[in-house]
């Protein structure tokens, strides 16, 4: 349940801290008193979209913080889970900052989150009933979810979207291939051309960096030639060469061996280095031999690269990547190939799941047809006891199959005839403003206990009523709100307050000539006089006190 509110700074609101208990809370107060600012501000701390005319003139930010009681069982503990925020045992704590600027801020358990996750666990948290909100009753899109809701068939519903979601799949598979085989002629040729052009350039892993070198090598043979015959004439071939000064120089020392003879480890190096630079020669003489430069083999590199590069750059890929390209060609080729088996089996998987699926359906409308009489029964007698015994009302469920849709294979409408011999039509077409907050009431107390919602909001449900009408409305909201929840009505009908287990007065109050909003808890005192100045108006008399106290006596609260 909301436990706890706190609002800074919020319109005519300088700061309120507000304290809520389970069962009915009723919320009256003169008309402009400012109710309305106080669903306003639970609105933003729930996702609503801000408004910066909420800051309160002369403020620079506006924050609304909210705290919730809730068993460890509730769905929003496990969404909260979900979502990897910080856990704070049994309470989740809400706040939102609206800045005059336009910026805002919104946090769960002090982790700040994007304001839409306000919005989705604001959902698990309260439910919101505004003065038109029973509206919504009126497009019969509506009327499904509260017949499922009612029945508590949600493992069915679970079961039924798994089935949905895995036929759409397969439907979007076959559709898919079937596109494919729909110009797969076209695909097999343009494959098989591409592959042969493959085959055809027969790229070898390596041969580009190989031509490119290649290339490079016939570009500067002239350079080689050049530096080889270079080479020879200095070591063998040019006149006073190095082989033959190596041999004089050797010579030399050797003719003088017999006059030193220290000298032959000289003359014997000398001569080693002679027959090594000699040695050196032949092998240039070699390489020499080897070098052939044909003029036509530049030509064909060039035109082998450009062939290259041609792919290359008609394929988007690099070199190297070539092959992985044809790969996959060749993969998608055959897969061409088995389209037909595959499709086949796709259709058989369709079947399957579409079967898998009408199964899950048939259950679910036996379901629903099971729970149409309870409903009907369990609404009538609310209407009953809201002072329309002679209202008719017809859950009105159409079966179709056909193609698989999220919600099943039914549609539901609520009929309704609110006088005697009146055939029943949709609501839209006979309900009146305050017999359409009756029905609203009445669905809410027999789906009380369908839902896993802990905090009711009613903001003047109750208009278009008066009287007897008024108290059974109360009643209703007094029971809802003895069944574990937490219900909070906005309302200015005294039959309706006097029900309240806890009465909180909103009024606007000068202060140094600023207004302000203050909400006060009443005493049971206190309660006798504002029903009575919800009976009488401002001149509150004897009369209006000893009405207002046969009020709350008949409620229960004298």
């Not at 509506?142 to 009612?150: P, V, Y």
């Not at 690269?305 to 060749?330: G, M, N, P, V």
């Amino acid at each position: 349940m909301l436990a706890q509110i706190t609002i800074d700074n919020i319109a005519l609101i300088d700061h309120l801290d507000l304290e809520l208990s389970d069962g009915l809370t009723v919320i009256t107060g003169e008309t402009g008193a400012g109710k309305s600012i106080l669903l306003d501000a639970l609105g933003l701390v729930l996702g609503a979209r801000a408004d910066t005319a909420l800051v309160r003139t002369g403020a620079e930010k506006a924050v609304v913080s909210a705290r919730f009681y809730l068993p460890t069982t509730h769905p929003a503990h496990a969404w909260v889970q979900e979502q990897a925020l910080e856990q704070a045992g049994e309470e989740i704590f809400l706040r939102r900052i609206v800045a005059v600027n336009g910026r805002g801020r919104a946090f769960i358990n002090e982790t700040a989150v994007p304001v839409n996750a306000l919005e989705r666990l604001g959902t698990l948290l309260v439910d919101l009933h505004g003065q038109h909100e029973h509206q919504s009753l009126l497009h019969s899109g509506t009327h499904l979810a509260i017949l499922d809701a009612f029945a508590g068939h949600d493992a069915l519903l679970a079961a039924m979207g798994d089935c949905y979601r895995q036929w759409r799949r397969d439907r979007h598979q076959l559709d898919e291939l079937r596109q494919r085989l729909a110009t797969a002629t076209e695909r097999r040729t343009f494959l098989t051309f591409q592959l042969e052009e493959m085959e055809r350039v027969n790229l070898q892993v390596g041969e580009l960096e190989q031509l490119k070198q290649r290339k490079n090598w016939l570009l500067h043979g002239s350079r080689l030639m050049q530096s080889v015959e270079n080479a020879l004439a200095l070591l063998s071939c040019g006149e006073k060469n190095a082989v033959e000064r190596l041999h004089r120089s050797a010579s030399e020392l050797e003719n003088s061996l017999h006059i030193d003879a220290e000298l032959a480890s000289l003359a014997e190096r000398s001569r080693n280095v002679q027959y090594e630079v000699e040695a050196i020669a032949e092998e240039i003489v070699r390489y020499q031999r080897t070098i052939h430069i044909d003029p036509s083999e530049m030509e064909k590199i060039e035109q082998r690269l450009d062939l290259i590069y041609q792919l290359c750059r008609k394929h988007r890929r690099e070199a190297h990547e070539l092959a992985e390209l044809a790969l996959a060609w060749r993969q998608e080729l055959d897969q061409l190939e088995d389209a037909e088996d595959q499709e086949q089996q796709l259709k058989q998987r369709l079947s399957n799941s579409e079967q898998q699926y009408q199964t899950v359906a048939a259950q679910l409308t036996s379901s629903r047809h099971n729970a149409v009489d309870r409903l009907t029964a369990g609404v009538m007698q609310q209407l009953q006891e809201l002072y329309m015994a002679t209202t008719q009302m017809v859950v009105q469920v159409t079966t179709t199959e056909g193609v698989p849709k999220p919600s099943g294979n039914e549609m539901v409408e609520f009929l309704i005839s609110t006088n005697p011999g009146e055939p029943v039509k949709p609501l839209k077409q006979v309900a009146s403003g305050g017999e359409m907050a009756r029905i609203m009431l009445a669905l809410k107390s027999v789906l009380a206990d369908a839902v896993t919602v802990d905090t009711l909001i009613f903001d003047e449900i109750d208009s278009g009523i008066s009287g007897r009408v008024a108290a059974a409305a109360g009643e209703k909201l007094y029971h809802i709100g003895s069944m574990g929840r937490q219900v909070i009505a906005i309302t200015h009908l005294p039959q309706v307050a006097a029900w309240g287990s806890h009465h909180l007065r909103v009024a606007k109050q000068v202060r140094n000539d600023k207004t302000y909003i203050d909400v006060q808890p009443l005493s049971p005192p206190q309660r006798i006089e504002e029903v009575a100045r919800l009976l009488a108006g401002d001149q509150i008399t004897d009369s209006a006190r000893d009405n207002a106290k046969e009020l709350l006596m008949q409620a229960g609260r004298g």
